[in-house]
């Protein structure tokens, strides 16, 4: 089936504008966004006092953003620069650790689970304060999974699956799925609001005064020039953090952002590009902390029509080109070579076949390309139409290929796109609108979170450009998400990426790392996989310090 348009919730979603983590545009030398859902606050979780740990407690630690955040309400839903901000300003239900497995953060526990997998029963800790004075109620916590779903913010997609979510008594929170759901406790990541306050005045709880439970409250935003937060000195969790407060200034511009830190008018800059990646590990009393990111990049055919919708012309185009030529000369070292759909973290943690996946790109063979095109009856005068988001290493990505198909004696066209028209028109499943984008996804780091978005045709066209059908691809990938026996998942989706990756649905590109410019006066700071678990100012495991 053709679709014909998108609509507005659905292009929100795909934009920075919204969704917990989509559409990434991690690392670049030009704007791009990134969406993304999670928590980078406060450690462990339990009853007691706070104390605050060795290290300088008067100092605040300056973070140069590479984007502006525009609101810092998680009901609405944030972008990563947003995220950034208000993970240290709010707490969840559960965090994660120093790896991609959630921990109790609010939670006493991790939940009981019942009735055969559709019923997660939360305790939550009772001495759990707002920065207003206010409790942390479950009735609390309940609103901030309803909310979502009363209002349709873009979070529907993912929380729809709850049919009902209340408090039991005051500490006690029970959520009823309408089925299995074995990414349930990646959902549970989800920031808790105070309900009264939010229902009093939305859009100033946005902008003037987001009010949460988490190691920092919010101070001041004037927005394009800062964000200021201060230590919360009656935070509940087991420690207060070491600094004193935390300014983001957003520097959009690669290389101002790095020469701010090679000058120390920042003590942390966020997202190293590639072509500055050299410049930074040379600078004097500065390193680049670092670690591979839950993400995904990759480029995506229109299977529904046109040329690219016969297997032989995409085999043609993988050879084509070389995607490891590409991503040496223009990702690295600020990212990876990536050879299936999911990252490389859940490639290890789920045990994938790695090795078997590299063996399937084509070499670059403009002869056998050549000859695929004729033997799939490709007219003379095809332009191969490619769109990219506004982003140079995917539109250098994009113009690899466009070289590759010209080399095999066919015309192509890289379009850069701004957000709103790239996601108008990537799902349209339209010939005339493209053949082949590049895009990339960073959320939840659980395998459904990249196959159903990305593969699934009941995925509600979010990230369904490719309109690729496979009955049995189908099956699998919604099996794997109602199954909660992680062997039978893992042998699920083992077949199914088999299966996609050798009918080349996409041609999987890279993944970047999580990279931030560190100044030596800062101590134990920590990157972490997931995007908006960063800055790691307070966890169970770090206590970020400055030495001034």
């Not at 099996?479 to 909660?484: F, I």
Request: glycine fraction near 6%; aromatic fraction near 10%; charged fraction near 25%.
């Amino acid at each position: 089936m053709m679709r014909e348009s998108v609509s507005r919730r659905n292009i929100l979603k795909a934009t920075g504008a919204s969704i917990p983590v989509l559409l990434a545009g991690c690392t670049s030398d030009s704007g791009s966004e990134t969406t993304t859902e999670g928590d980078g606050g406060g450690g462990t979780t339990t009853s007691g006092g706070t104390e605050t740990s060795s290290g300088s407690s008067d100092a605040t630690i300056n973070i140069g953003q590479s984007l502006n955040p525009v609101r810092f309400d998680p009901i609405t839903q944030l972008s990563n620069p947003d995220a950034l901000v208000a993970n240290r300003v709010f707490s969840q239900l559960y965090t994660y650790g120093e790896g991609t497995d959630v921990v109790p953060n609010l939670a006493t526990s991790m939940p009981t689970i019942e009735r055969d997998n559709t019923r997660y029963i939360v305790e939550i800790v009772d001495n759990a304060m707002f920065h207003n004075g206010d409790p942390v109620t479950a009735e609390d916590v309940a609103y901030s999974f309803r909310a979502p779903i009363e209002e349709e913010t873009p979070l529907l997609g993912i929380f729809s699956v709850i049919d009902s979510v209340e408090a039991i008594d005051e500490t006690t929170v029970q959520f009823d799925l309408s089925n299995p759901y074995a990414m349930f406790q990646h959902v549970l990541t989800h920031q808790v609001v105070p309900e009264a306050v939010r229902e009093e005045d939305k859009e100033a709880f946005s902008t003037e005064q987001p009010i949460g439970s988490g190691p920092f409250k919010f101070v001041e935003w004037e927005e394009s020039n800062y964000v200021t937060l201060e230590r919360w000195d009656d935070y509940w969790g087991d420690e207060l953090p070491n600094v004193a407060g935390v300014e983001f200034t957003p520097i959009t511009e690669s290389t101002t952002r790095v020469t701010n830190l090679r000058t120390g008018d920042v003590d942390v800059i966020e997202t190293i590009p590639p072509r500055l990646w050299d410049t930074v590990e040379s600078t004097e009393d500065t390193s680049i902390s670092e670690v591979e990111s839950v993400g995904y990049f990759y480029v995506a055919f229109n299977c529904n029509e046109g040329p690219t919708a016969d297997k032989r012309v995409r085999e043609a185009i993988d050879y084509s080109f070389s995607m490891d030529d590409a991503v040496d000369r223009y990702i690295d070292p600020a990212g990876l070579r990536q050879y299936g759909p999911l990252p490389g973290p859940m490639v290890e943690e789920w045990d994938m076949p790695l090795e078997e996946w590299m063996e399937i790109p084509n070499d670059k063979d403009i002869e056998q390309a050549t000859a695929l095109f004729e033997e799939a009856g490709v007219p003379a005068d095809w332009d191969a139409k490619i769109i990219v988001p506004p982003d140079d290493n995917r539109e250098n990505i994009g113009l690899s290929i466009a070289n590759g198909i010209k080399e095999a004696g066919y015309e192509a066209h890289v379009e850069r796109l701004d957000w709103g028209a790239m996601l108008s028109r990537a799902y349209t499943g339209n010939a005339s609108d493209y053949n082949i984008y590049v895009l990339g996804w960073v959320r939840y780091p659980d395998p459904d979170d990249f196959m159903f978005n990305l593969f699934h045709e009941e995925s509600e066209g979010v990230n369904q450009g490719v309109y690729y059908k496979n009955d049995e691809v189908m099956e699998q990938i919604k099996g794997a998400r109602e199954s909660t026996d992680r062997d039978e998942r893992q042998q699920l989706y083992q077949s199914a990426i088999s299966t996609l990756l050798e009918d080349k649905v996409h041609l999987p590109a890279f993944n970047y790392k999580n990279s931030y410019g560190v100044k030596s006066a800062v101590s134990d700071f920590q990157v972490h996989p997931v995007s908006p678990q960063n800055p790691r100012l307070l966890t169970g495991y770090n206590n970020v310090s400055v030495d001034r």
